[in-house]
Each structure stands twice: as C-alpha cells, then as structure tokens.
C-alpha cells in the first residue's frame, strides 16, 4: 500500500500563490522595498564597477 505523505507540486502552488494574497499591506510594502534596495544596489555596483588594474 502507498501512502502520499506530500501532496502533488500543483497543490504546494495553490497552496502557496493562497499566502501570497493574504499579505498584510506593511508586509507588501517592506516586500516592495527590499526588492528596490537589491536593485539600487545592484545597478551601483554595475556602475562602479572597473576593470582590475595589473
């Protein structure tokens, strides 16, 4: 006899896609900020980044 202790991936999904519209609107806002932090600092380093002098 199997027994399924996990359910399918299509159910994690929905599961986890059902959290994400539960977001309380401070949490989506930090959410949001950290993203625009990442990119900022990325888009610095990209900018400032030089080629190694030998």
Do not use: F
């Not at 999904?13 to 519209?21: E, Y």
């Not at 900022?40 to 990209?46: E, I, P």
């Amino acid at each position: 006899m199997i027994v399924k202790l996990m359910g399918s991936n299509k159910d994690l999904h929905r599961q986890a896609k059902n959290n994400n519209n539960k977001l309380t609107p401070n949490r989506s806002l930090k959410e949001t900020r950290s993203r625009l932090y990442i990119i900022r600092r990325c888009l610095v380093m990209l900018l400032c980044w030089r080629e190694p002098r030998d």
